[in-house]
């Protein structure tokens, strides 16, 4: 057990490295190609687009995983009983979308040129709760290499759609681009499908009996997958009220609708995809943690958990303290490398540090969602995010620019991480 948890770790660590250096590739040529002000755009858009997601995945990945990984189930049944809740839920809220995408983009984003992007986001939901629920089956199979090959071909599709589709839609606007890039997951999330289907063992046989759905299994599925979507779905709020929050505050404080833009811009292309380069380290160990937690701390074997626990802490901080080091020495350095820009540098000296609580965070997330307290996850998310509206409110009409946006989140990491930490230890005593 001890040598596949290693196993599993390694593999997600090394296919974790290659996708987290595709995705910053991604990044760079996407902040390229479309500009500070299309980046703006595009990030303007990512909150809804992240919480959409988040909705449509409602918790049913991380379902399939933990029950998949009890092996006491027809896991095939398993599957084609999650996936009727997928497609109900995709169906809706690709009408929800169509519904408030003029709404959204003319009064809360403040900006009519997210309103093609906003109709994409409709069109691409449904290939990635499918594909998100697929990876899960292999991670409740402890099987890490499809997951892995399926992102990195995924992403390398998308670059490749990126650098070939952007210049010929560029000169029709930037809200067009921003647009194509939304739609681009589509063709990306597809091929993911495609490979991790190959991945399948050969000699299954799909039964008739296997295609009905199992209201027991839907009920399990559901009593796991509600509360974390819950939790998830209060972050992803969050997270699409920001924007929002931020541009109507400094607007009415009388900073302009470009300034903010860029700003948020900068922080969000560019910023925290830089200081969160090590959490790809963290997920890899989390991921693989998970279904090893959910069989251990079923048997009671909670000194077993705890120390998988703390040993994932441990590499975390291994990994995170050097790096955090050197992104407080040399900001500038590493933003004029990828970026080809010295903006940012003081956010990156201010949320670096605070980014080492964020490292550990996962492990501890995953790991009371393996032991069923994902109700616990959404107590942490909640008390969280309510923080931070809360304070980015408040503290933006200080008149300090994006730093209300910074403290806020910064508080947020802190009350999620010593909140799950307190309830670990608890469960595990």
Known sequence: MKEKFIKSTLILLIGGLITKILGMVIKIIMSRLLGTEGLGLYMLILPTFS????????????????????D?????????????????????????????????????L??????????????????????????????????????????????????????IGIPLVLPLGLKFAVCFLVLSNIISEFISIVILILFLPKNLTIHKRDLRPSKTYM?????????????????SIGYFFEPIILSST?????????????EY??????????VLLPSFFTLAISQALLPIVSREYAKRNYKFVKAKIKQAIFISLLIGIPVTIFFIIKPAFLLNLIYHTTEGTNYIRILAPICLFQYIQSPLSFSLDAMGKSKDNFVATTLGVIART????????????????????????????????????????
Request: proline letters at 4%; hydrophobic letters at 50%; a positive charge.
């Open 51 to 70: 919480l959409f997601i988040g909705l449509s995945q409602f918790g049913l990945p991380i379902a399939l995983s933990k029950l998949v990984s009890e």
């Open 219 to 235: 009920k399990e599925s559901l009593s796991i997958g509600i509360p974390n979507t819950t939790g998830k779905l209060i972050g």
């Open 110 to 163: 403040h900006n009519k040129d997210t309103y093609l992007s906003l109709i994409a986001i409709s069109l691409v939901i449904p290939f990635t709760s499918i594909s998100s629920i697929c990876r899960s089956y292999f991670f409740g199979k402890e099987k890490m290499f499809p997951h892995i090959i399926s992102n990195i071909i995924e992403d390398l599709t998308r670059l490749l759609i990126m650098l």
């Open 390 to 429: 809360f304070f980015l409110f408040l503290l933006s009409l200080l008149n300090i620019g994006l730093w209300g946006l910074i403290i806020s989140i910064s508080l947020n990491v802190f009350i999620v991480t010593f909140y799950d930490l307190i309830k670990v230890k608890k469960y595990l005593q």
């Open 250 to 262: 400094l607007l009415s404080l009388g900073y302009s609708n470009s300034y903010i833009t860029n």
């Open 72 to 108: 006491n189930k027809n896991n095939i049944r398993l599957f084609f009983s999650i996936l009727p809740i997928s497609f109900f839920i995709n169906i809706l809220l690709i009408f929800i979308i169509l519904l408030i995408a003029p709404f959204l983009a003319n009064h809360l």
């Open 265 to 274: 811009g900068i922080l969000s292309g560019y910023v925290m995809p830089l």
